[in-house]
């Protein structure tokens, strides 16, 4: 029977409601430190989740003045901690999110074959492009990457790493006593990649990943992004709101992963869900509510502005968005974008928009007992809308925990989720295909 995916997402390191730190409950400045998130990654691998998902930012959002007051979530950097997690985890996948715009190609390729070599096989690559203006200004920039060209030059970021890590073959390391010889020099070539955007001699000076390629995760809604996802990736984290909508994405998907010359099975789509786990469907909903009521109405408005690319500040609050941005020439996050203006046509208010944004940046909350929770994923899954669940707890440590010793063992029970690890490497768990080497031999 086929099993759903679930991967355990953190983006704040004291949960995915943005102002989850507020809580009695949150932890403090241990989110800096190694043993909260051993701790957090021992609890995963316990419930057999097949993956933990680190999110990362390379810059502060600090456009607002109230950003730096209330939320400028810094956090640390996701492949520096997923390496120390290698060492005191051996089945759950590591995914750390790291930007093709702004990182070399040559240290990212090495970077994440590194991890899975130190993790035999577990690691995988966030690919994003960095649409946040806080961001580019850290690199030398005034504003954003032109939309089209941050994309562009994304896919051939891609080609380079994915060529980087073929650069040696499987067997090209000899480390033969006898003869003297390290490597079978015949195995190894240089790139020599020249292009629009980048230029790479190559080869890596690591040997390939145990995954041939690390696992790729795209998480871009717009039609740039998806064209991208289609062409490389290998999950696709999704915001869907519906099973309807779940149904209509995968479709989509799937004539453009045909056009790239890949099959529906080659790539995993998971939504992000927001769960909210308690004794009773009250007790649930009053858990999310008080979040709600820890969140300075400022905050609200300044990422609706973020979202929208418009400073929505001077507008009453219970009033409607204004006028957005026309899509085509827009540079932010077009995804975002679309969301604001879908928020737009059901007549949502800033104030009604802000307390969505808030609560895990508008992906659905799923809400309820264990077996209410279990249902909902469920109907999701065997509708077809969904390979699996992107998990966006509201409040760490509490919710990750709860969901691991109280959902899981239910889908368990139906045959939905994986009672054990079967496969020697992530791809393998998810039941991804090795790679083959571009250049020939593997």
């Known amino acids: 029977m086929k099993r759903m995916i679930l991967s355990a997402f953190f983006f704040n390191p004291q949960g995915d409601h943005r102002i989850s730190w507020r809580h009695p409950r949150a932890p403090s400045r241990e989110v800096y430190d190694l043993p909260y998130f051993q701790s957090l990654a021992a609890a995963s691998e316990a419930a057999k989740l097949d993956a933990i998902f680190v999110a990362d930012h390379v810059g502060m959002w600090d456009t607002f003045e109230s950003n730096i007051a209330h939320y400028a979530n810094p956090r640390l950097e996701p492949i520096t901690l997923l390496s120390a997690l290698a060492a005191v985890t051996s089945q759950v996948g590591l995914l750390a999110t790291a930007s093709a715009s702004y990182t070399e190609p040559y240290n990212l390729a090495r ?21 946040m203006p806080e961001e580019a200004m850290n690199f030398g920039h005034d504003g954003n990457i032109d939309h ?41 070539r240089r790139i020599n990649h020249v292009g629009k955007y980048l230029k790479v001699r190559g080869p890596l000076n690591v040997p390939r990943p145990p995954q041939g390629h690390p696992v790729i995760v795209q998480a871009g809604s717009s039609d740039d992004g998806k064209t991208l996802a ?72 300044d990422l609706v502005s973020s979202w929208c690319g418009v400073d929505v500040s001077a507008f009453p609050i219970d009033g409607p968005l204004p006028s957005l941005p026309d899509l085509e020439s827009y540079d932010g996050q077009r995804s975002n974008l679309e969301r604001m203006k879908a928020f737009a046509e059901q007549g949502l208010s800033i104030r009604e928009v802000a307390h969505r944004l808030i609560n895990a940046g508008a992906v659905p909350s799923v809400i309820g007992t264990p077996a209410d929770v279990a249902d909902q994923l469920e109907e999701w899954f065997t509708a077809g809308a969904a390979d699996g669940f992107n998990l966006m707890f ?8 709860q969901f691991c010793t109280e959902v899981v063992p239910e889908l368990q029970r139906r045959g939905l989720a994986q009672t054990d690890y079967n496969g020697a490497t992530l791809r393998d768990r998810l039941g991804l295909k090795r790679p083959a080497n571009r250049f020939g031999r593997t």
């Open 111 to 131: 970077m994440f074959a590194s991890l899975d070599h130190l993790s035999h096989g577990r690691a995988g690559w966030n690919v994003v492009t960095s649409s």
């Open 148 to 188: 089209a060209n941050r994309y562009e030059r994304a896919g051939e970021y891609l080609d380079v790493v994915k060529a980087l890590w073929d650069s040696i073959d499987d067997d090209a390391i000899l480390l033969d006593r006898d003869s003297g010889l390290f490597a079978d020099v015949t195995r190894i």
């Open 230 to 301: 289609a062409r490389h990736a290998d999950i696709h984290f999704a915001v869907i709101r519906s099973i309807e909508e779940g149904l209509k994405y995968r479709a989509d998907f799937d004539v453009r992963l045909a056009a790239a010359g890949r099959a529906s099975g080659d790539l995993k789509i998971l939504p992000g869900i927001h769960p909210v786990v308690a004794a009773s469907r009250s007790e649930a909903r009053e858990k999310e509510e008080f979040l709600q009521t820890l969140v300075p109405e400022r905050i609200g408005v």
């Open 394 to 401: 509201p409040l760490l440590p509490e919710d990750l925990t």
